[in-house]
């Protein structure tokens, strides 16, 4: 994607967004609520048309592209005809699109419907809509695939499911994966890359680890520990900001390694070490901070102007 921009009437969506989703690994397309990332996918797919900016697989845009089906599959919304069994809608697909009807079997074995194939649409839990859309995706065999909020009402086992099928599509079929987001926490353990975008516009680009590196000691660790009053007046010898709340002692800006390793050399017995916050999702707040479509002050916060920063 280079310089993508549209808005909506007076409302601009989308910003001169620009980067670049590689084969092989699974991108992360996250943002707040009203960031423009289903704008930017509907662009990206030939939906609607940027007022600026182009969106290219390989070089080629979606309306120019000789077989479509074949090189992207997309989730965006997902619309079944209730009456239909799942194997139907998919062989519905499959004609529309020159497939043989039996690939309408193979996805659906794929994304672990099999069982489930003969049933109307309409009484698929949503996890198993979410399922089926995906094999939808999947018919054409496609190297690239593109997913909007695909973790959508699964279950805890369903998000596991989803993201060990996502990391074997990419890492070891080699496909394009890029899949949107507005929770890092949902997204955090199967995407290999990030980009990030607020209020329409790119606010980081970059690996999971780069992205991961930043947060180090970037949340705050809980420590419990008989001796609490004395770890206390180390880590403040050491320079180490923390609070001391009765038994309760807050460290900032220090890892759960560093606290360890400080009481381990010191003999101070430790009942409880744990991060309280991930270093990761307070990177990702302070990054889209006040750039979600429904951004408004923290509580306690007397500015009026802080609803639209
Ligand atoms: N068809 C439309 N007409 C008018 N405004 C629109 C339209 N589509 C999107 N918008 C506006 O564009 C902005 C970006 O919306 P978009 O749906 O792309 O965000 P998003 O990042 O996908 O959000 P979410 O996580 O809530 O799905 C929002 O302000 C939204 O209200």
Known sequence: MRGLTKSFGAVRAVTDLGFTVEPGSVTGFLGPNGAGKTTTLRMVLGLITPDSGTATFDGVPYAALPDPIRTVGAVLETAFHPARSGRNHLRVYCRAAGLPVERADEVLLQVGLADAGGRRAGSYSLGMRQRLALATALLGDPGVLVLDEPANGLDPEGIQWLRGFLRHLAHDQGRTVLVSSHLLSEVEQTVDRV????????????????????????????VRSPEVARLAELLRADGVPLTLDGAALTVTGRTTDEIGARAFAAGVELHELRSHTSGLEEIYFQLTAGQGQFAAPSPGTTDPEGASR
Not at 210 to 216: E, F, I, M, S
């Open 195 to 222: 980009v990030i975008v607020g209020a329409g516009r790119l606010v980081r680009e970059g690996s999971m680890a780069d992205l991961r590196a930043g947060a180090d000691g970037a949340g705050t660790v809980l």
